[in-house]
């Protein structure tokens, strides 16, 4: 009886330790798919928690290649510039649905799943975003028709040949496996910048209705019809200039996993880049505090980088006085004469080279060895 007593006493002692252990802010959320892989969770949950430390660092196509370099293993312009690489890799799945070997900017696909592993392997985030052609045309992603999102919801002429070019995303996505065979949890950007009308599926191109309509048909079809498991789903809009604005077309909190906007700087003035871009982020996080969402910037830019102190004076200076889990730099696709170039974050001997560095240190800026000892996929 004695022996009983004091067995439970240390049950109870154990409990009450283990409560102290884990405390009321411990996140138990799950993401759109409640059935996501342990690693998809712990990704959801230790990204929601990380922008309270500072945000992750990432860039598009960071392994493929950089400016004036192709496919050179290990090689990426952030490590030449910082010894480090990015927190983030972007990747980009465009062509794919025609079965093409290459992307939209020549990245083999076989080539990207192998940086999607190393990317992994290395403690990495990984998000895809998917510039699909016109479905309706056969036109590019920037080749918008009437009735082009109409035609591929269910009912639609389209909507066979959409769910065929999702066999093939579905395909590539539950292909990437880790180590131990765990599926990759991939962050999937699905039509971004839909306020913008350079899209098909963007702006004055559909209404919100049918968006909603192929975002939720597109999610429920990847995750209960192909049964992926590894997936979180992030809604994202161009620069925007209100709440009403950015929630125009969002598909519900049962739909997304993490909101964002992209936004590029294309004028030399950095106050009104600034001033813009501060308000921007504070609506975002309003809303993701509001939903308990993952706020994160999913693409921004300053082409070229002609401000050699653009990373601690203008970027710098507006990330750090907010909370984003995640911001992605666009892809260094090279040099070339005034208006051909096309790079978003600097190379040895680029000119913001050095403010690049500092930038780096700050505490806030997370990039792959800090990422790596956050141990985002475990709990
Ligand atoms: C755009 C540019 C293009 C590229 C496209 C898809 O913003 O970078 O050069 O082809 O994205 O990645």
Known sequence: MRWLWSNKWLLTATILVSCACTSPAQETSLPVDPHATAETIHLYRNLKKIAAKGFLFGHQDDLAYGVG????????????????????????????????????????????????????????????????????????????????????????????????????????????????????????????????????????????????QLWHFTVSYLRDKKGLHN?????????????????????????????????????????????????SIGILEKIATDSGKIPALTEFGYNGLPDSSWWTSTLGKVLTNHHLAYVMAWRNAGTGPAGQHEYYVPYPGQASAADFRKFYGYSQSLFQKDASKENLYSR
């Open 231 to 279: 997936l979180l789903y992030a809604f994202n809009t161009d620069r925007f200039a209100t709440r009403e604005a950015w929630l125009e077309k969002y598909p519900g909190n049962e739909w997304t996993d993490i909101v964002g906007f992209d936004i590029y700087q294309r004028e030399p003035d950095n106050t009104a880049f600034i001033k813009e871009f501060d308000h």
């Open 69 to 212: 370099w192709k496919y050179e293993p290990g090689r990426s312009d952030i490590k030449d510039v910082t010894d480090d690489y990015p927190a983030l890799y972007g990747w980009e799945l465009g062509r794919i649905e025609l079965d093409h070997a290459v992307n939209i900017d020549s990245v083999p696909f076989d080539k990207m799943k192998a940086f999607i592993r190393e990317g992994y392997q290395r403690g990495g985030v990984i998000t895809i975003s998917w510039h699909l052609n016109n479905p309706l045309t056969g036109g590019t992603a920037w080749q918008p028709a009437p009735g082009t999102v109409a035609s591929i919801l269910p009912g639609g002429e389209k909507n066979t040949l959409y769910q065929q070019w999702l066999d093939k995303v579905a395909a590539f996505l539950g292909d990437l496996k880790g180590k131990n065979g765990e599926a990759i949890p991939v962050i999937l950007r699905l039509f971004h910048e839909l306020n913008g009308n350079w899209f098909w599926w963007g702006g004055q191109h559909c209404t919100p209705d049918e968006l909603k």
